[in-house]
């Protein structure tokens, strides 16, 4: 079973920037894609990107396009997320995830293995 670590987040004024990472344990983690995800308070947990096993394919939520970034280094065993212009509708508590398998994905139970989360508040 992998582990996930996300570090990086934090406080920032709107229109600020933040770089999260995911690290994870385990050899198997170039072979997933990957994904991040949050969740603000009272609602449900969402899709904001992912990326495929060899980085070469990315998805996003309308919301974040063209704002956030989805990279990987498969030789440190880590995602990034790099997050521009960030708003404070992008306060959540930010999760990344490893797939099930290698299939692009944006549903949480496309999803086995959590990180525990990195909160990331937004302030006007």
């Known amino acids: 079973q992998v582990q996930l670590v996300e570090s990086g987040g934090g406080l920032v004024q709107a229109g600020g920037s933040l770089r999260l990472s995911c690290a994870a344990s385990?050899?198997?983690?170039?072979?997933?894609?990957m994904g991040w995800f949050r969740q603000a308070p009272g609602k449900e947990r969402e899709f904001v990107s992912a990326?495929?096993?060899?980085?070469?394919?990315?998805s996003y939520a309308d919301s974040v396009k063209g704002r956030f970034t989805v990279s990987r280094d498969n030789a440190k065993n880590t995602m990034y997320l790099q997050m521009n212009s960030l708003k404070p509708e992008d306060t959540a508590v930010y999760y990344c995830?490893?797939?099930?398998?290698?299939?692009?994905?944006?549903?949480?139970?496309?999803?086995?293995?959590w990180g525990q989360g990195t909160q990331v508040t937004v302030s006007s």
């Open positions: 385990g050899r198997t983690f170039s072979t997933y894609i």
């Open positions: 995830a490893r797939g099930r398998n290698s299939l692009m994905a944006v549903t949480t139970t496309a999803y086995n293995s």
């Open positions: 990326i495929s096993w060899s980085g070469s394919t990315t």
